[in-house]
């Protein structure tokens, strides 16, 4: 069974550009995080979907980020202007259940810089 | 005040030895806590779930939880070179509608050859 995967690996981008990152679940996984984590911080939650409607979003930084899972599938965070405070990873993680047992399983992140 | 607590490290231990890794949390209502092992460039990997208070065991690795004292650790027996990674200890808060994880910063465990 594939794992959760994310795309791009790695992206450079100058600020005031535009990056859309994707995450792909494990499949059957109803439940769709995205975390964040900037240099020397932790791993810091920032939104979850359950299917394609959002559960939770107060964790996303402000309204430069956009995310997106239509058809409940695959998920998309868009990153509109980028600053370089966005700079960090952003791991996907995706799990069966939401209740308080709910397993977590992470995606390799997206490794963004702004420069 | 940080929500979840770790020593960043690194722990150095020799192998064979006994790593013993630590996470304070200050939610005393979380009641379920978790172990990811990373490493560099890699996903999160879930090693151990613990949601009651005492010990568990699974092969090299136990988890210890103390909810009075709000207190989780693991423990690594016989490490290996190849345990050596960052350690997130991971606990879920209950907000906004949901169920969601704080980490940690992790801790960095160097098993020494």
């Known amino acids: 069974e594939a794992g959760v995967t994310q795309f791009p690996s790695h992206s450079v981008i100058e600020k005031g550009q535009t990056v859309t990152l994707r995450c792909d679940p494990i499949?059957?996984?109803?439940?769709l995080y995205w975390y964040r984590r900037v240099m020397g911080k932790e791993i810091k939650f920032l939104l979850h979907?359950?299917?394609?409607?959002?559960?939770?979003e107060s964790g996303m930084p402000n309204n430069r980020f956009l995310a997106e899972r239509t058809g409940g599938t695959y998920s998309t965070l868009k990153v509109q202007p980028a600053e370089l405070e966005d700079s960090g990873v952003y791991f996907c993680a995706s799990s069966q259940v939401s209740d308080s047992y709910n397993e977590q399983f992470f995606g390799p992140g997206t490794r963004l810089t702004v420069l | 005040q940080k929500e979840v607590e770790q020593n960043s490290g690194p722990l150095s231990v020799p192998e064979g030895a006994i790593a013993s890794l630590n996470c304070t949390y200050s939610?005393?209502?979380?009641?379920?806590f978790f172990w990811y092992r990373q490493y560099s460039g890699k996903s999160p990997e879930l090693i151990m779930s613990i949601y009651s208070n005492g010990d568990k065991e699974d092969g090299r690795f136990t988890a210890q939880l103390n909810k009075a004292s709000q207190y989780v650790s693991l423990l690594i027996r016989d490490s290996q070179p190849s345990d050596s990674a960052t350690y997130l200890c991971?606990?879920?808060?209950?907000?906004?509608?949901?169920?969601?994880?704080?980490f940690g910063t992790g801790t960095r465990l160097k098993v020494l050859a």
């Open positions: 979907f359950v299917k394609e409607s959002k559960q939770d």
């Open positions: 991971a606990v879920i808060s209950f907000t906004s509608g949901t169920y969601k994880y704080i």
């Open positions: 499949s059957g996984h109803d439940n």
């Open positions: 939610d005393r209502g979380s009641q379920s």
